[in-house]
């Protein structure tokens, strides 16, 4: 069975502080796909990324940042020089490769940044 | 632009009877969700349809059921409301490698029906 941990339920960080969210996961396939959305107060989830298991080369888009380790599980998600309309909460989702690709989300972790 | 359009965005019924919620889709994805999501949880597949083959999750209320006429609409029916049925619904849809969109793998997210059940 998949599962996806994700500890913190809510941060708090004041403006442009950097601030990383933490995702660990467990699957026993070997091909998978891991997934951040951000769900802001209006509610639709907004996907941000898609990275597979066999890609660990670290991303950066602007100030989103991501650094996936298979040896540890995990994915986690840094936003560096955080602003007020990074404030949502944000899921950390795994799907199985092939088939219908169901996604397993986290928790979710809501981020709240302090003006 | 291309996108996953839902209707109503609230939607308040009354305990017990029926509503319909309804999700398209201009995007021509073969695979479209619904996933319930309860205040401060995270969203639960409710079932997909792959094309027109239909995939109930185990543990999806027989309350529950869904419909899709074609490839841009799906429906979502709730028999009978229950006061625990009470949240947020959103539709989703997902490409297949080879098709019209290059970003196969990612579900697109409609914006969600707030349902409230009085």
Redesign the interface.
């Known amino acids: 069975a998949q599962k996806v941990t994700q500890a913190q339920t809510e941060i708090s960080v004041v403006e442009k502080e950097d601030v990383t969210l933490d995702c660990v996961y467990e699957t026993r396939d070997t091909t998978y796909?891991l997934?951040w959305?951000k769900q802001p107060p209006?509610?639709?989830?907004?996907?941000l990324i898609?990275r597979?298991s066999f890609d660990e080369q670290n991303e950066i888009s602007g100030r989103y940042s991501w650094n996936f380790q298979k040896s540890t599980s995990s994915f986690n998600f840094t936003i560096t020089a955080s602003q007020v309309v990074d404030s949502a909460v944000y899921?950390c989702a795994l799907?199985e490769a092939g088939g219908?690709?169901?996604?397993t989300?986290?928790?979710?972790t809501r981020l709240t940044i302090i003006p | 632009d291309a996108m996953v359009i839902q209707n109503p965005r609230y939607q308040v019924t009354q305990f017990g009877k029926p509503v319909t919620l309804s999700c398209s889709q201009t995007l021509n994805h073969n695979?479209m969700?619904w996933y319930q999501q309860k205040s401060?949880?995270?969203?639960k597949?409710l079932f997909?349809y792959?094309d027109k083959d239909f995939?109930n999750e185990a543990d999806t209320p027989d309350n529950f059921q869904s419909r899709r006429p074609n490839t841009s609409f799906c429906f979502l029916d709730i028999r009978s409301p229950g006061l625990g049925d009470a949240a947020?619904y959103?539709c989703?849809t997902?490409g297949m490698a080879g098709g019209p969109t290059i970003s196969y793998?990612?579900?697109?997210?409609?914006?969600?029906t707030?349902l409230t059940v009085l």
């Open positions: 796909y997934f959305y209006s509610g639709e989830l907004v996907f898609r597979n899921f799907s219908n690709e169901k996604l989300f986290g928790t979710g | 695979v969700y401060s949880q995270a969203p597949l997909h792959y995939n947020m959103l989703a997902r793998n990612e579900q697109f997210f409609g914006p969600g707030r």
